[in-house]
Each structure stands twice: as C-alpha cells, then as structure tokens.
C-alpha cells in the first residue's frame, strides 16, 4: 500500500496527468472542479505521507502505551498522545502540498477547465498574448509564496520535532 501511494512521486507529471484524464474519460466523466481537487491530491498526497510517516516513526511507543495503562481507549490515546505529536508534521506537510499544488502547470493543464483554471495556468494563457504589468505581479507574488511556504514548512516541523520546551 504504501508503494501505491507513494508511486505518484515516481510518475512524471505529464504521464500522470494524462493517466487521469483518461481515466475519467473512461468512466464518462466530464472534466470538472472535482477531476482537478482529485489530480492535485494524487500529486501531493505522497509528499504528505512522506512527512507524517518520519515523524510517527519518532513518537515513541512509550507514550501510547502509558496512556492505554492508565485506562484511555484508543481513540483517546489517537486523539489525546498521537494526533498532537503529529500535528505538526500534518502542517508541514499541508503547507508542502500547497506549494507543490501551487505551482503544478503540467498536470493541471490536463485536469483544468475554463471555469476552473489555477494561477499558473492562468498566468501561463496571459503569456501568450504578451507580457503584462500583471502577469509580472503575479509572477512576483508566486515566487514569494513558493520561497516561504517550504521554509515556513521546514521551519514549524523542525522547532516541533524537538518537542515542548527544548
């Protein structure tokens, strides 16, 4: 299972973004908002995974278990012990599949439609017209949010993986 969904990282975009389509065009599927919230997610959840696995492998089993021996269930222990420990690496890895979603032109060129069209595939369709005051805003503002999104990342995950108080 977890080769599966991880596999997307190993996929080029392109071939992704055309599996996909197809794959929605097989089901007779129109393009639509959905077909592009479920692309972005196959090209962003492996990043996700990859964060939030590094970080369950280092709770210790220690807490849990203490929790279970004082009498919590384990939906108590999950939401009391595990998912604080791991709220971080979920914000991290939020705040990467973000970025990567943000930036991603290749696949959504595949997924987008008229109505609903990302900012770089917007930006991409102003340029071939001509250079604009706003396609260079645009460009300027996308830089600042791809910059400091994986570093703000990095950032929250690292000062939390050292745990409260350190």
Known sequence: INTLLLAPIMIPEVIL???LL???????QP????LLLIGHVVLTLPYVLLIVQARLVGIKKEYEEAALSLGASPFQTFREITFPLLAPAIFAGMLFAFTISFDDVTATLFWATAQNQTVPV???GMLRNSISP???ALGAVMIVLTVSTPLLAGYISRKFAKGPGK
């Not at 197809?22 to 007779?28: A, H, K």
Request: charged residues 20%; positive net charge.
């Open 17 to 19: 973004g055309v599996a």
């Open 22 to 28: 197809l794959f929605i065009r097989w089901l007779q």
């Open 31 to 34: 393009k639509s908002f959905a």
């Open 122 to 124: 917007k930006i991409f």
């Open 134 to 136: 706003e396609i260079n």
